[in-house]
């Protein structure tokens, strides 16, 4: 029989990320808490269960690798060996190790460094005992550690179906003889059927082991842990037969069995199955790990919630189709009924449907942990990372496309903002800096900050090095505030030295323009000496997002609905020009800037592009900044699902994508954020409609499919 596991081997691949970011996060934590016999079991365990799903799916040098991890581990657990700085420096290259392993080849063998790590895990783990350190060719050669040796009985009951699972029993077998000094194992086949009856997809045999091991009950039945719910499974302590004895637990082995292994006679279809399934794994071709990116998991309470809203959407069809075939007068309000049963479940099932895809940020904010302590090792630095709000949800894609900005402002913050300890110690501070990661809702958004406690941001050397860089003039007049956030701009950095964490100009302006991809805002905050702090604000999804839909001329846009602050129809004397360059609306003593998206469209509706006291201003924010959008008419509020226009158009300034309306209308969905980064008084005419008109969007003009954007 041949078993294909590159299935199974993907979802070993796509659970082992979790193990890994596990371990290390476990890892980092034992550096303050070495005590934490809870957070050690946890790695342990995360390493246990690498080995054994990578030997049952054929990634025989992850299971190799992990076995040395595990035997450390076990060592550290027991309370054997000291939890020290040097011990967890070593486990964390180990993980990164394990990562490349990963994503490797099924068939790769250890790397020339993999396997000189490896042996330097056995030689630490075997250093106390004396046992010869070396890589095993396999899980069955296993250091037994200290204690006292006692015999167990193992019964082993497969189901019929557990080849299907892709499950080998001989692996299994393999890895409780890791833990012993000495096994013999009884093959039963009383349930083999004859040969014209035999199905090569199901398994017919049992087994029952006899093991002397050091190790406890529990640690036997964790062998078998993976497959617990595929077969019947006893653990019994006996008095140790001579059978059992270390010194003729190999002679009691059949020859040709690897060691450990079951005593299954070579021509036999138990033995077929196992070679079959051993070859199958070396020739299956799985997806290299690469962050889980083209996968998520969902709470089982959502897809059920999913699933009774389509069985009621399916109802409120059947029922509408009926009264649609037999339709009278007076089966119009029933129908209304209907429609209206099916518009609401339609809305909550979108919303449903959204909600599959919003994942905790805490998913993202644990990888910082590991950055910070390797930047504290490169630099000598002291240096702690707290989090809050992990379980603040954001949309899964949104989150893949944080992990660059985040990583380069905590790199930032650890690398230019803290200081070194002795610099810390003689400004009055801890000799530990602090960056402090976290994330909240407000206003329907998403904020993400991070903040250091280190030495802020010097407007002064600011502007030198943006006058020595050409970004400002000597003479510009431009407050403190305006010159910290030149930290953005491309190339700049004050840093004098090129290092290998900083220097080169490159970081800060990839943050900001991944931020304003995302359809979000950045801000920062500094005090010398005390400081600093950035403020990401982005929307919760960029897929589906609530929209009031306004008129310009005869064209029709979108404005996200978070963004609106008001609309307000101003008064005489309440639209006032300044220095002829502009106008502003003044509401309740505040002089807010007027956009005349006429002018911005190209359209001219309105004379000179003045705005008048027949106009409608809608109030929109972005970040800490409020504009006025003259629009002619509100037309209502929709939800609107975004669709990109670059696929066939140039970035367009101003725009975050276009929705297609229920009547077929293409409707620009403007952005906000970008909109208020400009400057309002400078803007072309006619920017979006030059943008516009070529990629078939003139005004007025329907689509009749809603794949026609895409």
């Known amino acids: 029989m041949k078993i294909d596991l590159t299935q199974f081997r993907q979802t070993f691949l796509q659970e082992s990320a979790d193990h890994v970011a596990t371990m290390e996060v476990g890892l980092l934590a034992l550096r303050t808490h070495p005590e934490d016999d809870e957070t050690l079991n946890a790695v342990f365990r995360s390493a246990h269960s690498i080995k054994g799903g990578a030997g049952s799916v054929g990634l025989e040098a992850v299971a190799r690798f992990t076995h040395g991890m595990e035997n450390l581990l076990d060592r550290l657990r027991a309370h054997e060996m000291a939890v020290t700085e040097e011990i967890i420096a070593l486990l964390l290259t180990a993980v990164d190790a394990l990562r490349t392993l990963l994503g490797a080849e099924p068939g790769a063998e250890l790397t020339e460094e993999a396997a000189g790590l490896a042996g330097r895990i056995e030689t630490l783990a075997a250093g106390e005992t004396g046992t010869p350190a070396s890589v095993p060719d396999g899980p069955a050669e296993a250091d037994s550690g200290a204690g006292t040796v006692a015999a167990y009985r193992v019964s082993f009951r497969p189901d019929r179906e557990m080849f299907q699972s892709g499950t080998n029993p001989i692996v299994l077998l393999r890895n409780l003889a890791a833990l012993g000094d000495g096994m013999v194992t009884h093959l039963d086949a009383g349930d083999l059927p004859a040969l014209e009856e035999l199905d090569a997809e199901q398994c017919y045999l049992n087994w029952t082991v006899e093991i002397a091991t050091s190790r406890g009950e529990q640690e036997l039945r964790e062998v078998f842990e993976f497959v617990e719910h595929l077969a019947e499974i006893t653990v019994l302590r006996i008095d140790p037969p001579a059978s059992v004895l270390p010194q003729s637990s190999r002679a009691a082995e059949p020859a040709g069995v690897p060691a450990g292994a079951a005593a299954v006679s070579p021509g ?72 209206a049963a099916m518009e609401r479940n339609t809305r909550e099932l979108h919303e449903r449907v959204m909600a599959v895809r919003m994942l905790p940020v805490g998913t993202l904010f644990q990888r910082y942990t590991r950055t910070v302590y390797d930047i504290a090792q490169a630099t000598g630095k002291q240096i ?45 501070k801890p000799a530990e ?88 805002t950045i801000a920062l905050t500094s005090e010398t000496g005390r400081g600093s702090t950035v403020s990401i604000e982005l929307p919760l999804t960029l897929a589906i997002l609530e929209g009031l ?162």
């Open 384 to 428: 702690v990372l707290t989090t809050s709000g992990e379980e603040t949800e954001i949309d899964k894609s949104m989150l893949e496309l944080l992990a660059d900005p985040l990583t380069h402002l905590i790199r930032n913050a650890a690398d230019h903002g803290i200081e070194s300890p002795e610099a810390r110690t003689s400004a009055g």
């Open 549 to 710: 839909l306004v008129r310009v001329a005869d064209r029709t846009l979108v404005l996200p609905l978070l963004s609106v602050i008001e609309t307000v129809s101003p008064r005489a004397g309440q639209i006032q020009r300044v220095a002829e360059k502009g106008q502003v609306v003044v509401i309740r003593d505040e002089s807010i800037p007027l956009l005349h998206l006429h002018r911005y469209l190209g359209l001219d509706a309105a004379p000179a592009g003045a705005a008048t006291e027949r106009s409608l201003v809608v109030v929109v924010e972005a970040g800490h900044k409020k504009i006025g959008l003259v629009v002619d008419e509100l037309l209502g509020q929709q939800q609107v699902v975004v669709k990109s226009l670059e696929r066939h158009l140039r970035k367009v300034d101003g725009l975050m994508g276009a929705t297609i309306l229920g009547d077929g209308c293409v409707a620009p969905i403007v952005d906000v954020a970008c909109l208020a980064g400009m400057n309002l008084y400078a803007l072309d005419a006619g920017a979006w409609s030059t943008a516009l008109v070529p990629a078939g969007i003139p005004s007025g003009e329907r689509r009749e499919s809603t794949h026609a954007m895409v």
């Open 268 to 339: 036999s279809p138990a033995a077929a199955s196992g070679s079959e399934a051993g070859r199958a794994s070396k020739k299956s071709a799985a997806p290299r790990a690469a962050g889980d990116s083209g996968s998520i998991r969902v709470a089982t309470e959502k897809v059920d919630r999913l699933i009774d809203l389509v069985g009621e959407l399916v109802i409120a069809h059947v029922m509408t189709a009926q009264m649609v075939e037999r339709f009278t007068p007076g089966c119009l309000p029933k129908l209304r009924e209907s429609v």
């Open 433 to 520: 800096g602090s960056i402090r990661l976290r994330a909240f809702h407000r206003a329907g958004r998403i904020v993400i900050e991070v903040e250091d406690d280190g030495a802020g941001i010097e407007p002064a050397r600011v502007r030198a090095k943006a006058v020595e860089r050409g970004l400002i003039a000597a003479d510009a007049a431009i407050g403190d505030q305006e010159l910290r956030m030149l930290i953005f701009e491309a190339g700049f950095s004050t840093r004098d030295e090129v290092s290998d964490l900083s220097g080169r100009g490159v970081g800060m302006d990839v943050v900001r323009q991944n931020v304003q991809q995302l359809n979000g």
